[in-house]
């Protein structure tokens, strides 16, 4: 059943076995997995069915970025715009990308500092398949066999060192009308599977599961020892409303930023919360650092068009488009000291295109305050393209979140060449963090401060990983790389990662850890100093790949669903 | 200072090959070889622009980069090719380049990551 908060009239308590605190692919799949069982859970979202601009900046905050000795103001606020607080969470503007983590992202590698999970791939193997059914994958493959399904002969990459790989990307066929390839709906709503829409209906009519609609965690009220949640206060936003949730157990699903924010925020704030005893949570922060770093010019015309071709997106399986990638063999990224990194190729930007204008004035007059360069020739490709300008300004700046994405998406496929765009895993460092701020919400909860750094492992591995795939591109004769100036500059100088590495799937900030010296939950994903408080998401995670973490988050909250079954099932036999 | 990128676009490619036929041609004067220096004339009319080369040249070319023991043990296997025609060149040439690049002897050349003969032969332009 459904309970909107917001006009809930009780003064009683909310009592229940299992208490999920946030409503997005974690917090969904958990309950999903306890529908139809004896055991009643109570699901507490913040925001409704549809995106409230209000609820959504509960969610501010700041973010600071360090690069060499110089701390500074990020250009964009990610935390407003990366994330969606209302049923769904971010699955409500994801970008659908699915593709489980192997083997290497959960070795402890020495060139990786505090690197290591306490599971390994095998472990998680069956709940990646689990997941599969969860995100509506129509397969398994993600490897590159999945060229023969689509008839392209694949580029013969040596492959001790590089090796072609799949994501598929979960709902698009659905939401987007059965398009060929990306760029059919380049521009268009992203069509992702939405958990919040495609699962709805199931959790309002569930007859164990109570979805609680506008009600926000506000403090987990632990015993005296700190070792035991007896309760979650929650109130709807204007604060008019207020109760408990009195649960046996209580798992946090609210994502890699708010997860340890809850944390910080309960019990004691001035002494770090709770389930923090050793000052971990909110530390290891991890960003994905992404951004084109290089070009291949190819040696013909007919080259560019294959690989332009070849590596955009396809309609190969049932049910979802794959998107092909490089990535490196576990051979290479050892002898390389690498950390795990995808790469993608696409046609370059049209940068005649008023779209492409339109940004660059953007970023410089709104986000750098300075006056843009060739601001003439920018204005004269605005006014050229005015009316699609138009278009996608209107989309972006209206309230349709699935829309926010579509920004990085204007690629115009006119120049033949390829760019060279990659994601690179993080290394994990402890002075990357998320903190509490002075600054108060409307609830009168304290806001957090994103404090983002890198040790500059991203860069030497971005560059690397060029000098390796140009030498492929060379022997292969298929064309020559150049380096983007900024990747060859000092390490410390983060280039265009600044503008995108933060925010972008937020992980690590409640690592999971064999012990409590160097994480916040253990293998099973529960707090190691509070015996019924659980965590669900990409916050948990230790390391985190390239590769996006959705399906990875499925696997891990249904695995811990398995977990808390039998221990619910044994505490009740006891 | 970055190339235009139109520039880098179009002749890129051909002007690397292009370097290389002229290298080659020049090399092979000195070696006197009537044969080879009729195929590389017929290579440098078919392949190249003369104004891009001279363009692209005073970009790429980054002497010493590449010591002069190394640069003679490319010269050596430049010249020890058995081409008897433009596209017997152009397929050993390919060949080189392939077996540098197996063996990551590549080199930066503002910013593209080169074969070491490429490089060697961008070298030979500067005397020119």
Wanted: some cysteine; overall charge neutral.
């Amino acid at each position: 059943m459904v309970i909107d908060f917001d006009k809930f009239d009780s003064d009683d308590d909310l009592n229940c076995n299992l208490c999920i605190i946030g409503a997005g692919a974690a917090g969904i799949t958990l309950a999903r997995e306890f529908n139809n069982t004896k055991i009643n859970v109570i699901l507490v979202e913040s925001g409704g069915i549809e995106y409230d601009h209000q609820i959504q900046m509960l969610y501010d905050g700041e973010t600071y970025i360090t690069e060499g000795s110089i701390r500074r103001k990020a250009y964009y606020n990610s935390l407003m715009g990366w994330r969606l607080r209302f049923f769904g969470g971010t699955t409500n503007h994801w970008s659908g990308g699915c593709k489980p983590f192997r083997d290497i992202d959960f070795e402890k590698r020495s060139w990786i500092s505090n690197s290591g999970w306490p599971i390994n791939a095998a472990d998680l193997e069956k709940y990646y398949r689990r997941a599969e059914k969860v995100i509506q994958l129509s397969s398994s493959v993600y490897s590159d066999e999945l060229w023969h399904h689509l008839n392209i002969a694949p580029l013969e990459f040596d492959k001790d060192k590089i090796e072609s790989w799949f994501e598929q990307r979960s709902g698009f066929l659905k939401e987007a009308g059965n398009p060929n390839s990306w760029r059919d709906i380049t521009g268009k709503s992203i069509g992702s599977l939405k958990f919040g829409k495609e699962y709805r209906d199931e959790l309002f009519d569930s007859k164990n599961i109570k979805v609680l609609l506008h009600a926000n965690a506000v403090d987990l009220i632990t015993n005296n020892d700190i070792n035991h949640v007896n309760l979650l206060k929650i109130s709807n936003l204007s604060r008019v409303r207020e109760s408990k949730i009195i649960a046996d157990t209580f798992v946090l699903c609210a994502g890699g930023f708010e997860n340890p924010r809850i944390l910080l925020n309960s019990g004691n704030r001035d002494n770090g919360g709770i389930a923090n005893n050793n000052g971990l949570v909110g530390k290891y922060y991890l960003g994905h650092p992404l951004a084109e770093f290089g070009t291949l010019v190819t040696r013909d015309q007919e080259q560019a068009d294959k690989l332009g071709h070849d590596f955009s997106m396809h309609k190969a399986l049932e049910k979802n488009l794959v998107d092909p990638h490089l990535r490196f063999s576990n051979a290479c990224l050892n002898n390389n000291k690498m950390l795990n990194i995808g790469i993608w190729l696409r046609v370059k930007s049209d940068k005649n295109s008023g779209i492409y204008s339109a940004i660059e004035i953007y970023k410089q007059l709104i986000l750098n305050k300075t006056l843009p360069n060739n601001l003439t020739k920018n204005m004269i490709n605005v006014l050229k393209d005015i009316d699609d300008v138009i278009v996608q300004s209107f989309r972006n700046a209206s309230d349709d979140p699935s829309s926010s994405y579509t920004t990085s998406r204007f690629v115009i496929p006119t120049e033949q060449s390829i760019r060279i765009w990659g994601i690179v895993e993080q290394a994990p460092i402890s002075d990357s963090k998320v903190h509490l701020s002075t600054n108060q919400d409307e609830l009168g909860l304290n806001k957090i401060i994103v404090d983002w750094k890198l040790n500059g492992q991203e860069k030497q591995t971005m560059r690397r990983a060029l000098i390796i795939l140009g030498n492929e591109f060379g022997r292969l004769n298929i064309g020559r790389v150049k380096i983007d100036d900024w990747l060859l500059e000092d390490d410390n100088l983060l280039g265009p990662l600044s503008d995108t590495g933060i925010g972008s799937h937020p992980a690590g900030t409640t690592r999971m850890s064999t012990t409590s010296v160097s994480g916040v939950v253990d293998v099973n994903c529960r707090s190691h100093f509070i015996d019924n408080l659980y965590i669900s998401g990409s916050s948990i995670f230790p390391t985190n790949s390239y590769v996006s973490p959705t399906h990875t988050i499925v696997a891990l909250s249904i695995k811990l669903a398995d977990h808390i079954k039998r221990n619910l099932v044994h505490k009740s036999q006891t | 200072m970055s190339i235009p990128f139109k520039v880098s676009r179009r002749v890129l490619l051909s002007t690397i090959v292009g370097l290389v036929t002229i290298g080659v041609y020049r090399i092979s004067r000195k070696a006197t070889n009537n044969d080879k220096q009729k195929i590389l004339t017929d290579y440098i009319e078919k392949n190249c622009n003369k104004y891009n080369i001279s363009r692209l040249g005073q970009e790429y070319i980054r002497p010493n980069k590449i010591s002069g023991a190394r640069k003679d043990q490319i010269l050596s296997k430049i010249f020890s090719g058995n081409y008897t025609n433009v596209d017997e060149l152009e397929s050993y040439l390919i060949d080189i380049y392939t077996e540098d690049y197996s063996h990551e002897k590549y080199i930066f050349l503002n910013n593209w990551i080169l074969s070491e003969t490429e490089a060697v032969v961008c070298i030979l332009m500067l005397a020119r």
